[in-house]
Nanobody, 124 residues
Framework: QVRLVESGGGLVQAGGSLRLSCAAY????????MGWFRQAPGKEREFVAA????????SYAASVKGRFTIFRDNAKNTVDLQMNSLKPEDTAVYSC?????????????????WGQGTQVTVSS
């Protein structure tokens, strides 16, 4: 079992940048594929990015590809999401998630553990 805690959310103007961080406690962090998901008010939760256990492979939603970067540090038990060129439509609660397995899947039901989420608001 692993416990996940996100940080780094906040308010930013369109075109700006934010970096989210997710720290893992308990469990073996390097044994999990890690992902970021987001949910805006009135919308379904959607996949943002995922990274394999060793960090060699990543996957991104089309809406964030080229603007967001996911990376992990297994020595520090963290997975970060660097978000650049932010748009108002990126406004959402962002959550990190962990799953057993090897593939950076995009389906939220495939993930076993979730953080509490952090709010990101992008003003126009």
């Amino acid at each position: 079992q692993v416990r996940l805690v996100e940080s780094g959310g906040g308010l930013v103007q369109a075109g700006g940048s934010l970096r989210l961080s997710c720290a893992a406690y308990e469990g073996t962090f390097s044994a999990y594929v890690m992902g970021w998901f987001r949910q805006a008010p009135g919308k379904e939760r959607e996949f943002v990015a995922a990274i394999t256990r060793g960090g060699s492979d990543t996957s991104y939603a089309a809406s964030v590809k080229g603007r967001f970067t996911i990376f992990r540090d297994n020595a520090k038990n963290t997975v970060d999401l660097q978000m650049n060129s932010l748009k108002p439509e990126d406004t959402a609660v962002y959550s990190c998630a962990a799953r057993r397995g090897t593939r950076p899947v995009t389906v939220f039901s495939a993930y076993d553990y979730w953080g509490q989420g952090t709010q990101v608001t992008v003003s126009s």
